[in-house]
């Protein structure tokens, strides 16, 4: 996993002493600094936004950044990459939260004392897909079938959608002489 501290990227792009991440318009040089770091990453590349050593995330900044950057990700702007946020505060998650919902859009993010969670909008059947990855880190569908008592097909299509989400990696590998698509949690 490739970390981003967006602190220290606050610093060099701003330069303005703040740890704050206030207005659209510095989300936006935020962003951009991001858009140009990400395209050099790899393929399948899982890249951690640090939010640790910020002090506020305004609405507008936080739409300008996470939100902008999200629903990007999913236009295929990126690649095939994964982006979670790390290090944050409560007061940080809610702004970026609704930031989220607004664009009904969603993201995996780790709090400052280590809790993992879902931030955004996701459907109630793609959550409790989504938990059961996490709790099994790799997952297929015939595993998510025997688990949820689904059809294999039902089973199938949550995990593509959540990997089109961004929210699990999709790997594929040979199994009783056959490929077989793995779905892994990302964080």
């Given at each position: 996993?490739?970390?981003?501290?967006?602190?220290?990227?606050?610093?060099?792009?701003?330069?303005?002493g703040?740890?704050?991440?206030?207005?659209?318009?510095?989300?936006?040089?935020i962003?951009?600094?991001?858009?140009?770091?990400?395209?050099?990453?790899?393929?399948?590349?899982?890249?951690?936004?640090?939010?640790?050593?910020?002090?506020?995330?305004?609405?507008?900044?936080?739409?300008?950044?996470?939100?902008?950057?999200?629903?990007?990700?999913?236009?295929?702007?990126?690649?095939?990459?994964?982006?979670?946020?790390?290090?944050?505060?409560?007061?940080?998650?809610?702004?970026i939260?609704?930031?989220?919902?607004?664009?009904?859009?969603?993201?995996?993010?780790?709090?400052?004392?280590?809790?993992?969670?879902?931030?955004?909008?996701?459907?109630?059947?793609?959550?409790?897909?989504?938990?059961?990855?996490?709790?099994?880190?790799?997952?297929?569908?015939?595993?998510?079938?025997?688990?949820?008592?689904?059809?294999?097909?039902?089973?199938?299509?949550?995990?593509?959608?959540?990997?089109?989400?961004?929210?699990?990696?999709?790997?594929?590998?040979?199994?009783?002489?056959?490929?077989?698509w793995?779905?892994?949690?990302?964080?």
């Open positions: 996993m490739k970390t981003y501290s967006l602190y220290k990227i606050l610093k060099e792009e701003l330069k303005n703040s740890s704050d991440l206030v207005t659209r318009q510095s989300g936006q040089v962003r951009e600094r991001i858009e140009r770091d990400i395209e050099k990453e790899k393929d399948r590349a899982v890249i951690a936004l640090d939010f640790s050593n910020i002090g506020i995330i305004d609405y507008s900044c936080a739409d300008e950044i996470v939100a902008k950057l999200v629903s990007r990700l999913l236009g295929s702007e990126y690649g095939d990459k994964y982006l979670i946020l790390a290090g944050l505060t409560d007061n940080q998650k809610e702004n939260e609704v930031a989220l919902e607004r664009k009904d859009l969603a993201m995996m993010a780790e709090m400052r004392d280590g809790k993992k969670l879902l931030l955004g909008n996701l459907n109630n059947y793609l959550k409790e897909t989504l938990e059961l990855i996490i709790k099994k880190d790799r997952i297929t569908a015939r595993d998510i079938s025997e688990a949820m008592n689904l059809e294999a097909n039902t089973s199938g299509t949550r995990l593509l959608n959540l990997h089109k989400k961004r929210l699990v990696k999709r790997t594929d590998e040979i199994r009783d002489g056959g490929r077989v793995v779905y892994v949690r990302i964080n």
